[in-house]
C-alpha cells in the first residue's frame, strides 16, 4: 500500500504538468490574465466608475459629438490637436449611441492590445515572468498618469509597441528585409504622428537603427530599400489623412494650427527652463512605480553592454538594444518639445522603458541564478519568486497612489451648473463656456456658439490677433447663446490683449444683451435678456 503512494502523487504532477505544457490553454490563459488586467485598469475610467471626466477628454468626445452632426473639423469646431484622436472619439460615441461607453471601449481595446503586445514583445526577449511583471510595472503607472484615459498617448501606445516588435523581428527573422513588415511599421508610425506628432521617436529610431547598418556596412542602397517601404505607409497615411482634410476645406485651417498655433504655444514657454521643468515633472511621476529607474539603469547597462561586450549579449537581443538605444534619448527630446508638466506626456516612453527595465531584471535573476549554481529548477523558480516579490514590494508606493486615485475619480461629479443648463435652455440653445470647459457642453448636451469651443488659443497674443477675436465675438452676437457661463471671472469683458474699435462695440453689444442670474455654485451665469 505504501509504495502506491508515490506513484499516485506523481501522476497529479504529471497530469498538472501536462495542463500547464497544453499550449491552447497556456497561451489562452496567459491572454485572458493580460485582457482582464487591461480591463480592469481601464474600469476605473468608465462611465459606471466615473460620473464626470476631465478636461481634454471632455473636449475630445465634444468633438466627437460635433463631427457626428456634420461639421467639419477646424473649421467648424476648432481644438489644436492632430485629427484622428477626434475621429476616435466621433467613432466612440457613435458606436456608444451618443453616450461615454463607445468611447471608454475603444480606450479598452488600446490599452488591452498595448498590454498584449507588451507581454509578446518581452516574452520572446526575456522570459514569461519578467514580460509579465514589467508590464504590469508599466500598467500601474500607467493608471498614475493617464488621467481619466481617453487621452492622445493611450491609443499611440500599442501603435509604438507594435512597430517595435515587427522591426525586432525582421531583424531576427528575415536578417532585416524589411519589405512589406516595413510599409506596415511606417503606416503605424504614420497614424502615430497624426495622434501624437511628438511620439513618432520608434519609427525615427528604426530609421536611425538602419541608417546605421548601412554606415557599418558600406552598403546604402540595401538602407535605400529597406527604408523605402517605411516611407511609402507613412506617406500613404498622410495622404489619406490630408487628403480628406483638403476635400473637407479643412487643410488651411488645419497648417495654420500646426504651422502657426502650436509653434507659438510652445514658444511661450523658455528652452531651458521648459524644458527642465517636463524633466523633472516626468521623471517624478515615472519614479514612483520605478519604470524611469528601473529603465534608467538597464538602458546605461545595456549600452554599455552594446559598445564594449557586445558578445555577451544573447544576439537576437542585438537588434532590439540597437533600436531601443536609439529610441530612449530620442523619445526624451522629443516629450520635452512641448515644454509642459503633464505627466501623461511620458506614457511615450513606457515601450522603450519596458524593454531597457525587463533587460535589468533579466540581468538581476541571470545573476542570482549563476550565485546559487549548481541549481535546481525548484531553486530557480524560488529565486524567480523572490524577484518578483522584490519587485512588488518596491511597487507599493504607486499601488498607493494608484488607490487613491481611483478615489479622486469616483469623487468626481459634474457641477451644479450642468443641471441648471438643462433646466433654464433647450437642446436647441446654445451655450457660451469660456476658459477650458468643453465638457460641460457635453454632459449638458448643449453646443457652443462659436467654432472655438475653449479660449485657450486666445491666451496667446501672437494668435489672438484683432480679426480672429473679432470673429469670436461676432459668432456669439449672431447666435445669442442661451446663457454664459463663467468658470474663470471673465465677465462680460474682452479676455483677449487684443483691441480694435470693432471689439470695443461688440463687447458693448454683449453687456447690452446679457444679465447676470447670480453664481450657480460658485460659477457665475449670464442669461440672454
Not at 504538468?17 to 480591463?39: H, K, P, Q, V
Not at 488591452?112 to 500598467?139: D, P, Q
Not at 471673465?490 to 463687447?507: E, V
Request: hydrophobic residues 50%; aromatic residues 14%.
Amino acid at each position: 500500500m505504501s509504495k502506491s503512494i508515490p506513484d499516485v502523487r506523481i501522476t497529479r504532477a504529471d497530469a498538472s504538468s501536462a495542463f500547464w505544457a497544453d499550449t491552447r490553454w497556456r497561451e489562452g490563459m496567459i491572454r485572458g490574465l493580460c485582457i482582464a488586467a487591461a480591463l480592469f485598469v481601464t474600469l476605473l475610467h468608465s462611465p459606471a466608475f466615473m460620473s464626470y471626466v476631465w478636461p481634454d477628454s471632455g473636449t475630445f468626445q465634444y468633438v466627437g459629438h460635433r463631427l457626428l452632426e456634420g461639421q467639419v473639423l477646424y473649421v467648424d469646431v476648432w481644438d489644436q490637436k492632430p485629427p484622428l484622436i477626434y475621429y476616435i472619439n466621433a467613432l466612440g460615441v457613435w458606436l456608444g449611441g451618443g453616450g461615454r461607453w463607445g468611447v471608454w471601449f475603444l480606450s479598452f481595446c488600446a490599452v488591452a492590445s498595448a498590454v498584449l503586445l507588451s507581454v509578446t514583445l518581452l516574452r520572446r526577449a526575456f522570459g514569461l515572468v519578467i514580460a509579465l511583471l514589467m508590464t504590469g510595472m508599466w500598467l500601474l503607472a500607467y493608471f498614475q498618469l493617464i488621467d481619466d484615459g481617453n487621452m492622445t498617448e493611450e491609443f499611440a501606445l500599442p501603435l509604438q509597441f507594435a512597430a517595435l516588435w515587427l522591426a525586432w523581428q525582421v531583424e531576427t527573422e528575415r536578417a532585416g528585409e524589411y519589405g512589406w513588415r516595413g510599409f506596415w511599421i511606417g503606416v503605424l508610425v504614420g497614424l502615430i504622428f497624426f495622434l501624437k506628432s511628438n511620439m513618432i521617436g520608434v519609427g525615427l529610431a528604426i530609421c536611425l537603427y538602419i541608417l546605421f547598418q548601412a554606415w557599418s556596412k558600406r552598403d546604402w542602397r540595401n538602407a535605400v530599400r529597406q527604408l523605402a517601404p517605411m516611407m511609402g505607409g507613412a506617406v500613404l497615411v498622410a495622404v489619406v489623412l490630408l487628403g480628406a482634410l483638403w476635400w473637407q476645406g479643412a487643410l488651411e485651417e488645419f497648417l495654420a494650427i500646426v504651422l502657426q498655433y502650436n509653434v507659438i504655444y510652445v514658444g511661450r514657454f523658455g528652452l531651458v527652463e521648459g524644458t527642465l521643468s517636463a524633466l523633472r515633472a516626468g521623471f517624478a511621476a515615472l519614479s514612483l512605480s520605478g519604470l524611469m529607474a528601473y529603465g534608467a539603469l538597464g538602458f546605461a547597462i545595456g549600452v554599455a553592454f552594446l559598445f564594449w561586450a557586445s558578445n555577451r549579449i544573447p544576439g537576437k537581443l542585438i537588434p532590439l538594444f540597437g533600436i531601443c538605444a536609439i529610441a530612449l534619448p530620442l523619445e526624451i527630446v522629443l516629450v520635452t518639445t512641448t515644454r509642459r508638466e503633464f505627466g501623461h506626456y511620458f506614457v511615450a516612453l513606457f515601450y522603450v522603458l519596458a524593454v531597457w527595465g525587463a533587460w535589468l531584471l533579466w540581468l538581476v535573476r541571470k545573476a542570482l541564478v549563476d550565485l546559487a549554481a549548481p541549481t535546481t529548477a525548484r531553486t530557480e523558480r524560488l529565486l524567480t519568486l523572490g524577484l518578483v516579490c522584490g519587485v512588488a514590494f518596491l511597487a507599493l508606493p504607486v499601488m498607493d497612489f494608484d488607490i487613491r486615485f481611483a478615489r479622486d475619480l469616483r469623487a468626481l461629479r459634474p457641477p451644479e451648473v450642468v443641471e441648471y443648463i438643462r433646466e433654464h435652455s433647450t437642446p436647441e440653445d446654445t451655450v457660451l463656456v469660456p476658459g477650458y470647459e468643453p465638457r460641460i457642453l457635453l454632459f449638458a448636451e448643449r453646443r457652443a456658439p462659436t467654432r472655438y469651443v475653449h479660449t485657450i488659443p486666445f491666451e496667446f497674443t501672437s494668435y489672438a490677433t484683432p480679426e480672429r477675436v473679432e470673429g469670436y465675438f461676432e459668432d456669439v452676437l449672431r447666435e445669442k447663446p442661451k446663457l454664459i457661463v463663467d468658470p474663470r471671472g471673465y465677465g462680460l469683458n474682452n479676455f483677449t490683449a487684443a483691441d480694435s474699435p470693432r471689439l470695443r462695440k461688440q463687447i458693448n453689444q454683449l453687456r447690452r444683451r446679457y444679465q447676470p442670474v447670480g453664481p450657480i455654485a460658485g460659477w457665475q451665469v449670464f442669461a440672454l435678456q
